[in-house]
């Protein structure tokens, strides 16, 4: 989509907010253009009223002034964006502000943003931090980071290791992780929430930015050998126990979670220490659950039916 007005109040090539609250969840706001001199906002433009924005991909927008990804005048939070590949004539690649009221981010990736300022601008009030952001290139003076934060500057920015846009098997469109990325498992590990294509959480912590990475950085090969030697019976199951057998067995430990699939949620706990491994559940509801085997740095996941 194109917007084309040429002032500071217009611009917003995908969403123009101009009043009331906006709530955008589980999307891709992708490729869109203000291209009016002085508009703002080739992704988002608030202009008035809230924006909460969660679980989102922002990629491949520009802006012929501020804000490639997303532009705020009004109030604004974010919670596991991916924010990339977005590009600002003027300042603000990623995101720019000029709003009194702070933008909020959290569990987000920012980077790999083009613009006089790189990813973040300010043209006052400077961005809050909530935790488990990455933030390409920034400086103190737009945001103050806190200790779980990985922040990159202009001399020395931090790749966050991103594919190239595609559907990745989703209903849209995300950016994933590469093996090896920083943003991987370092997200907020109390935040339980599926990502935007309804992926749960994957090796018990949340990684950075919209899309929840679904294997270990390891090989496949690796991967394919541990899920062929294990059997998990019986299955369906009543919610009391459940046997796990794992013929590669070689006298390492290895463990073992079980996951509430509605929730992304960890219900128990253990450690395999034997080729064949009785599970007592805690009387689990009926539902859908994952078995997730973890064995170093290797792991296959299994669904399991309580009935």
Not at 12 to 20: A, L, M, Y
Not at 31 to 37: D, E, I, P, R, T
Not at 176 to 184: E, H, I
Request: charged share 10%; hydrophobic share 35%; net charge negative.
């Amino acid at each position: 989509n194109v917007a084309k007005g040429d002032g500071p109040t217009f611009g917003g090539g995908g969403i123009f907010n101009s009043g009331g609250d906006l709530v955008v969840m589980n999307s891709a706001i992708t490729n869109n253009q203000s291209m009016g001199a002085t508009g703002n906002g080739g992704g988002v433009h608030v202009k008035n009223g809230t924006a909460m924005i969660m679980t989102t991909t922002v990629s491949g927008n520009s802006s012929a002034n501020h804000g490639g990804g997303v532009y705020n005048n009004a109030s604004l939070e974010l919670n596991a964006l991916t924010i990339a590949n977005n590009m600002a004539t003027a300042d603000g690649g990623g995101i720019a502000t000029e709003s009194a009221t702070t933008v909020e981010i959290k569990n987000s990736i920012i980077a790999t943003n083009m613009g006089t300022t790189a990813d973040l601008f300010t043209s006052g009030t400077p961005y809050t931090s909530n935790g488990y952001n990455l933030i390409g290139r920034a400086t103190a003076a737009t945001i103050s980071a806190e200790t779980t934060d990985a922040i990159g500057t202009m001399a020395a920015p931090i790749d966050p290791m991103l594919s190239a846009l595609a559907l990745n098997n989703g209903v849209t469109a995300t950016q994933q992780l590469m093996s090896g990325s920083p943003a991987y498992n370092t997200g907020d590990p109390t935040d339980v929430f599926m990502d935007q294509n309804g992926q749960m959480i994957f090796a018990g912590t949340r990684d950075m930015g919209a899309a929840e990475y679904q294997s270990w950085p390891s090989s496949v090969g690796s991967v394919a050998s541990l899920s062929n030697s294990i059997n998990v019976y019986p299955n369906p199951s009543n919610g009391t126990v459940v046997t796990l057998e794992n013929s590669a067995y070689n006298g390492n430990d290895m463990t073992a979670d079980v996951i509430e699939m509605a929730t992304g949620r960890t219900v128990q706990s253990f450690t395999l220490t034997a080729a064949k491994n009785e599970l007592s559940l805690n009387n689990l509801n009926a539902g859908l659950y994952l078995i997730r085997m973890n064995a170093g740095e290797n792991t296959s996941t299994f669904k399991l039916t309580i009935q």
